[in-house]
């Protein structure tokens, strides 16, 4: 109808007429891209605020997962040190290593020898909201802190991978009662590489715990209640699997220390 009307006022001639119509239709348009634009940043802003939600998860798993290898670095120095000096010693008589007899082993036809936690670390939200631009909106500060957490998160999986095959090329000592001398320094590398690689996995693991208290968590008191059970349940289990020379991780933000006797 406006386009029929200002074809007439072109006919007629009628240059005020003209000028209105047209003035109508640039303020039309600028209402509705404005209102677009509104719409957009409002999306903007509640994809943001769900993806930083949803981060809160994968904080406090990198944290958790942090917390927990440091608490364990003296069970590691201890076993990989046992193995280390029994692997040194002379002759070629062995006597077979059975540390564990958990139901975590129950589907393998060899039980591990050592054993170390496997965990989730980085975060996918934050890699896949990154890439869509959704925490473009974030400051600069918060934006790096996150992403120097979830980088590390990315280092330390990878170490705890390399670890895991590293522990699984031992299994043979849980099985035979000879070993070569040349047999003995193969597997006392893979003992050291063991070592270095959990040293250099818990000396990040550390950088990660300080990050993340840096962050802060923005938990209600219900979901902090919920954590502190659920913490309570992984301690039993820890305690049970890795014993006392597991070191009671700190919770600061939950007002808790993971006790080996799991008073929370």
């Avoid at 975590?104 to 670390?121: K, N, Q, V, Y």
């Avoid at 590398?189 to 693991?205: G, M, P, R, T, Y």
Wanted: overall charge negative; aromatic content about 8%; some cysteine.
């Amino acid at each position: 109808m406006l386009l029929r009307r200002l074809t007439q006022h072109l006919k007629e001639q009628n240059w005020f007429a003209v000028a209105l119509d047209f003035l109508i239709v640039v303020i039309g348009v600028g209402f509705a891209l404005m209102a677009e634009q509104w719409i957009s940043d409002g999306q903007k802003r509640a994809d943001l605020i769900e993806a930083e939600s949803n981060l809160q998860d994968d904080l406090f798993r990198s944290y958790f997962a942090a917390k927990e290898r440091i608490a364990l670095a003296e069970c590691r120095k201890s076993n990989l040190r046992e193995l280390g000096e029994r692997l040194l010693e002379p002759g070629e008589t062995w006597e077979p290593i059975h540390r564990s007899d958990s139901d975590r082993d129950s589907g393998l036809a060899f039980p591990a020898i050592l054993r170390s936690p496997s965990r989730p670390w980085g975060s996918r939200i934050w890699e896949a909201e990154l890439g869509r631009g959704t925490f473009n909106a974030l400051g600069a500060e918060r934006r790096g802190q996150l992403d120097a957490v979830f980088s590390q998160g990315n280092r330390v999986l990878r170490r705890q991978d390399e670890i895991q095959n590293a522990q699984a090329r031992l299994k043979a000592l849980g099985q035979v009662t000879e070993i070569s001398r040349a047999d003995r320094l193969r597997y006392f590398d893979i003992v050291a590489e063991i070592d270095q690689k959990s040293f250099f996995l818990e000396h990040i693991a550390s950088q990660i715990v300080t990050q993340i208290e840096e962050i802060g968590f923005d938990y209600d008191e219900d979901e902090l209640s919920e954590l502190r059970e659920q913490l309570i349940a992984v301690n039993n289990s820890t305690s049970a699997t890795y014993g006392e020379c597991r070191k009671p991780p700190v919770y600061p933000f939950l007002e808790l220390t993971a006790s080996p006797d799991d008073k929370l």
